[in-house]
Structure formats: structure tokens, C-alpha cells
């Protein structure tokens, strides 16, 4: 099993998100995707255990994590290991509710999902739903599908399905564009309600120039697949 976590300086969470990762996933292979942190997020998740890729110069979320999953993917199908292991993609924010996502990969195990999306149970923070609300009826529009959690981070899939989605839409759009994509290919996608907790984007000038990124990049994806 291969874990890779989206990162742009999580110092201060990456080892408690590494930790609880490493405690539901024992023998899983743990990756993160540092986009271009300037403080401590590869030393600190190397020091726990992970192979940690730095993009040097940011890439944006999407970059980074196709880098990493490509390459963890070649490495882990090159080993003996090799097999048809499930992916999980988390974000570095999660903290100690990481070792909450066993049941996305439970479900690709299973078989009950090709790809499998977390939904947050509970909502703290964020804007007025202008961003969620664009990204649910651009992938309703592009594909047909009611998603919930159109932009969570959260996902699981096998190995095999991964050429079905990389390389990964760019930026802070890769989750929408993933879906799409998915569901285009005739994956099944199913999303599963689970406890989590992450850093909370709040109603500040910050919090509002971060989330007009994202809506941009979503607007850039949309525009790409229509």
C-alpha cells in the first residue's frame, strides 16, 4: 500500500499527520509531496519515516502530487511488494484524524469503489460555499455526478486505475478535475462520511485570497474538460 500527503509547509502538522498515518497503515509505504515548503516539512517527515520529494520552486498541489505518485508508483511496482496496491492521497493537515481513513481503503479493498472520497461529518470554518458550491455543479455539468465533497483530499484507488487519472488537473483544481476524470473513465466513485479535522481556512483577508485561488484553479480545470 502507497500513502502520499500533499504538503506546503505543515511543519507544525506533518509528524502528528506521518504518526497517525504510520499507526492505521503499519507496513503501507509513505510518501509526501512537498510543494515547495521553505520551512521544515521534508526534514521532519523524513525524519518519521517518509520518502519526502521537495518541487524546490512550487508547482501548485496537483504538480506535486502527480510528481510523487508517479514516483511511488514506480518504485513500489518495481519491488517484490509490487502486486495491485491501493493508493491513498491525504492532505499534511489532518493531524491525528488521519488514522481515520482506513475506511477509504477498506472500500477499494473490498470492492465497493474504484475511487473512494472522504467527506468531512462535521464543517469548522471556511467562506460562504461560493467555491464547494462552483466545484459540485462543475462536475455535475462536466459528468452528471452529485458530489458532496467535490474538493476533499481525501481519496483512495488502486494502483492500476492511476493512468486513469494522472496526471492530476493543476493546482488547488486536482481534486475536481480527478472526479471527472474518474467518472468519465467508468470508475466508481463512492464517498464515505468520515471524522476529520484539519486546519480551518477562515473569513480574513488571507482565507479569502486563498480560497479566490482555488476558485480560479477550479475554473481553470472546468474550462479544460468542458
Known sequence: MLV????H???D???ATLAALREAFPHASLWVADDGSRDRTSAIARAAGAKALSTGARQGKGGAMTLAVGE?????????RSGDPVVLLCDGDL???AARLRP???????????LA??????????????LVGFARWAIDHLCGRRAKAPLCGQRAFRASEAPRLLPFAPGYGMELGMTVDAVRAGMRVQEIELDLAHR????????????GRQLLDCLRVYAARR
Open 72 to 80: 511511488a508508483l514506480s518504485s513500489e511496482l518495481s519491488s517484490e
Open 4 to 7: 502520499v500527503v500533499a504538503a
Open 95 to 97: 493531524g491525528a484524524s
Open 13 to 15: 502538522r506533518i509528524g
Open 117 to 130: 472520497v472522504a467527506c468531512f461529518a462535521s464543517r469548522a470554518g471556511g467562506g460562504f460555499g461560493i
Open 104 to 114: 477509504l481503503v477498506q472500500a477499494v479493498q473490498r470492492g465497493d469503489a474504484d
Open 200 to 211: 480551518v481556512t477562515t473569513r480574513t483577508p488571507a482565507g479569502f485570497a486563498h480560497r
Open 9 to 11: 509547509e505543515e511543519a
